[in-house]
């Protein structure tokens, strides 16, 4: 909320009093970042108190029951929560408001999103949480009961035994992380409230978080922002380092740094390295529930990578959402850090939330941690469906201070090329005339060299996504197969 009546959200500035609640020529989710109410807990919230209070009447008197955007489920039980927050904090809800809030809860309990499944309905649960708790009498009750009802069921069905949300998203990840939190905090001070058998749910709490926390640890780069796998951007859920804050202040002990060695996170299916300078992690997973592939990316066998602390290979993340032909492009595999065969995706990713076909990783092999040797190797099978029954398999080779990258793809193809999306920061400061090899430099002037065997290099411009309504310029290595094999050498010298 940049002032009395006007927002910025997803790279764009509106004033509410030039397009009201529901303007259609606005994008949707937009109007759903309008409707969330997320600035009322904001950091320096309470600078803009009067702003809020005035917000709040203006949305009850301009959006009636059951019309809008506004009244959608999932922007309900955002806002629900933004609405609880505020009062609990000490703000005056006015009685208007406080009619309203329960009518949103009423409305709420007979739209929940099972249909959609997943965060939507993970959300419509916490709503009905905080509801519950937050008013007394016997509807209450039964908003609180439903609630925790859905949490217990959807917690052990999105939340996989390594900690992962089962749609292997980082930023959704880091949502869930935030709502579970928030659970934990409204149902710790409110215990008295809370009947007597949902107790030992309550008590399984601390442990899930704590696998989360560790999952969103080993998915972040050195930076301490997450990697970009299926749809994934900053700016949308809490940073890791907030909600890490947030753990410890709701009493968590802190975690402790990491150290070199592998993470196999074995449920959700991904792997970090960190060796001495480097820190990679690969894409060895499914893309996600096979009945809920809307955040799915067509990115197995990508991986990105940091050396010195600084990113130099990325996905290329998501700016956008919708059925659009960019929304399209952002999710399919020449977007990411893996090989695309004769055009295709290796998902079927279509529409803007949809996957048709999609690729199944397999043979996944991870060899004991060695500082001088360390090898991982995977094979996925998403262009069975080909003409020629294509198969991609990759082998990651950490040794000491380079990292081989080997690929092969077997069976009928007419064209095979590895893409390596460069970050923003880092630049190509030559091509070697033969086709073979290049140098990149990393801010700080840290020089890598990547280098092909089997194959011919070529840069070409390409964009990076870091949050949604921005693209940032960059550049992707395409290194074009010559026959079936190809191997890349990103090798680094030691840090200035």
Same mark, same amino acid.
């Given at each position: ?445 840290? %020089? $890598?060299?990547?280098?092909? =065997? &089997?194959?011919? *290099?070529? @840069?070409?411009?390409? #964009? ?11 550049? %992707? $290595?395409?290194?074009?197969? =010559? &026959?079936?094999? *190809?191997? @890349?050498?990103?090798? #680094?010298?030691?840090?200035?």
């Amino acid at each position: 909320m940049t002032g009395p009546t006007t927002f910025h959200f997803l790279g764009a500035t509106a004033s509410l009093d030039d397009i009201g609640w529901d303007e259609q020529r606005v994008d949707k989710l937009w109007r759903y970042n309008l409707h969330y109410f997320d600035d009322l807990n904001a950091a320096g919230a309470d600078r803009r108190v009067k702003w809020h209070h005035d917000l709040l009447q203006r949305w009850v008197l301009e959006n009636p029951a059951g019309i809008g955007t506004g009244w959608e489920p999932y922007p309900v039980s955002l806002r629900l929560v933004n609405w609880v927050k505020w009062g609990l904090a000490g703000n005056l809800l006015a009685p208007e408001v406080l009619i309203v809030l329960a009518a949103q809860a009423r409305w709420l309990t007979k739209r929940l999103e099972v249909h959609l499944l997943g965060n939507h309905l993970f959300a419509n649960a916490k709503a009905l949480v905080f509801a519950g708790l937050f008013f007394r009498g016997g509807e209450a009750e039964s908003w609180l009961q439903t609630g925790l009802r859905l949490l217990e069921r959807e917690t052990s069905e999105q939340i996989l035994s390594d900690g992962g949300h089962f749609e292997r998203t980082p930023m959704y990840h880091s949502l869930a992380l935030e709502d579970l939190l928030d659970i934990y905090n409204v149902t710790s001070t409110y215990r008295s409230c809370v009947p007597e058998r949902w107790e030992g749910w309550l008590a399984q709490l601390p442990d899930v978080i704590g696998r989360m926390r560790a999952w969103l640890a080993a998915m972040c780069h050195p930076d301490r922002q997450i990697s970009f796998f299926n749809d994934a951007a900053m700016g949308i859920a809490p940073t890791p380092t907030e909600l890490e804050r947030y753990a410890v202040r709701l009493r968590f002990a802190p975690r402790s740094p990491g150290s070199d060695g592998v993470t196999h996170l074995i449920s959700s299916g991904y792997v970090r390295v960190q060796s001495g300078p480097a820190t990679a992690i690969l894409d060895v997973a499914p893309i996600g529930p096979d009945y809920l592939p809307g955040h799915a990316h067509a990115d197995t066998l990508s991986f990105e990578l940091s050396l010195f602390g600084r990113r130099l290979l990325v996905n290329s993340g998501t700016s956008c959402y919708g059925a659009g032909g960019e929304r399209q492009r952002q999710r399919g595999t020449a977007a990411h850090n893996t090989v695309v065969v004769d055009g295709r995706d290796s998902t079927e990713v279509w529409s803007g939330f949809r996957a048709a076909r999609r690729a199944r990783p397999f043979d996944l092999q991870i060899s004991p941690y060695h500082a001088t040797c360390t090898t991982i190797s995977c094979a996925h099978d998403g262009y069975r469906w080909l003409k020629g029954r294509p198969r991609h398999t990759r082998k990651w080779s950490f040794l000491g201070n380079e990292l081989l990258i080997e690929d092969r793809v077997d069976g009928r193809f007419n064209l095979a090329v590895a893409r390596f999306h460069l970050h923003p920061s880092v630049t190509v400061r030559r091509l070697d005339p033969s086709g073979s090899s290049l140098e990149l430099s990393l801010p700080g002037e840290q %020089c $890598v060299v990547l280098s092909c =065997e &089997g194959g011919k *290099l070529a @840069t070409e411009e390409a #964009w990076w996504h870091p949050q949604f309504g921005r693209s940032e310029v960059s550049t %992707c $290595v395409c290194a074009r197969f =010559e &026959g079936h094999s *190809l191997q @890349t050498r990103i090798k #680094w010298g030691q840090s200035s």
